[in-house]
């Protein structure tokens, strides 16, 4: 496990966004202005560019990097430590502070670290050195406790041709994983709720998948097959490169792009998900109701809503116009009553 997680980058960034890249080169790396770098503490495992040490049961672990800002002026970031989750691309993620983590996460890492955020200016063109200290949990656990140092930082930049100014947010992580032990934990994963939905007239299946175990998955391949209640084949997806951290669950969203709905009935998902730790096969009936169907149908053409509202606008000028003509019967007829009893 451990040679295999020296493709994981030790610095990340993106732009307006999150895209966790993978490096093996323990190198300070340039990125959008800023470069991270690690400090390897005495009891790192393996130098493969991230922060990566043996820990003990009730200690305090010092944790520190070089932020190195590259650019031309002072740069004002916020650091804090996030426990890793996995998007629904799916990849690690290290940019949420808060969460819904899975109800298998044992220990969160962004609480065992203290100051809990650090705001800081890092100078031009100097190493600015950051340190967090873990209280490592008292009772043992196995397996990964990832996490990663998150960074975000505002940089104005400025269009030369109209002279005005952007200001972009640019942001960055240095992933951490701690491991007390050298026992090997291996991930599994497992299939929940499978819904269908519609987006800008495409249907959508919606796969909820979880890792229950304190391991990480990388390089992982899925082969996504969806079959009709014919048993037909109406989608085959592969996707590469995938990774799934550990405790974590994620939504695996499959556009099906040659559709614009789903006919009422049984479908059937099956997922192969491969990787250097594993095989796992997820396969699940979902169904679509006939309510769901006909939601869609209304939902891909927004001129039957207005028909809809036609419609409605039509009942209620036939009601009002009735109510109006039995009142104004029920006048005549009363104003009819009063001159025959004046005329008595």
């Known amino acids: 496990m451990l ?6 980058l030790f610095s990340a960034a993106i732009i307006l966004g999150i895209n966790i890249l993978y490096t093996s080169s323990a190198k300070a790396s340039d990125v959008n202005g800023l470069a991270m770098q690690p400090v390897y503490p005495s009891n790192q495992i393996v130098k493969n560019g991230i922060l990566n040490p043996r820990v003990k049961p009730g200690t305090k672990q010092n944790l ?23 998007s629904g691309g799916p990849a690690i993620d290290y940019s949420h502070n808060k969460y819904n983590y899975d109800k298998s996460l044992k220990y969160n890492f962004g609480q065992i670290f203290s100051p809990k955020k ?4 890092v100078k031009s063109n100097k ?9 490592i949990p008292k009772k043992k656990f196995k397996g990964l406790l990832m996490g990663g140092f998150y960074i975000t930082t505002s940089q104005i930049s400025y ?5 005005t100014s952007l200001n972009n947010k640019y ?8 491991r007390e032990d050298n026992v090997k934990s291996v991930p599994k994963l497992s299939l929940g709720d499978v819904t269908n939905g519609n987006s800008f007239k495409t249907p959508i299946i919606t796969s909820s998948i979880s890792n229950k175990e304190p391991a990480m998955i990388d390089r992982m391949s899925l082969d996504t ?3 009709d209640p014919n048993s037909n084949t109406i989608l085959h997806k592969k996707s590469d490169n995938n990774s799934v951290a550990p405790n974590s669950n994620f939504k695996y969203v499959t ?15 099956k997922i192969i998900a491969k990787s250097p730790e594993g095989k796992w096969i997820l396969e699940k009936d979902f169904t679509v109701t006939v309510g769901q169907y006909l939601g869609t149908i209304i939902q891909n053409n927004q001129w039957i809503w207005l028909i809809l509202a036609l419609i409605i606008l039509l009942i209620i000028s036939l009601i009002g116009y009735l109510i109006y003509r039995k009142r104004r019967r029920n006048n005549q007829s009363n104003n009819a009553q009063t001159r025959v009893e004046r005329n008595k």
């Open 127 to 135: 190493p600015t050195k950051v340190t967090f200290t873990a209280n």
């Open 159 to 163: 269009n030369t041709n109209s002279s």
């Open 255 to 269: 556009p099906i792009d040659n559709k614009d709905n789903l006919d009422p009935g049984k479908y059937h998902i």
């Open 3 to 8: 040679k295999k997680l020296k493709i994981i």
């Open 118 to 121: 650090l705001d800081l200016t």
């Open 171 to 178: 942001t960055y992580a240095m992933p951490v994983i701690m």
């Open 64 to 86: 520190s990097f070089n932020i190195i800002n590259l650019s031309n002026q002072d740069e004002k970031i916020t650091v804090q430590p996030n426990t890793a989750i996995t």
């Open 225 to 227: 097959t969806i079959k």
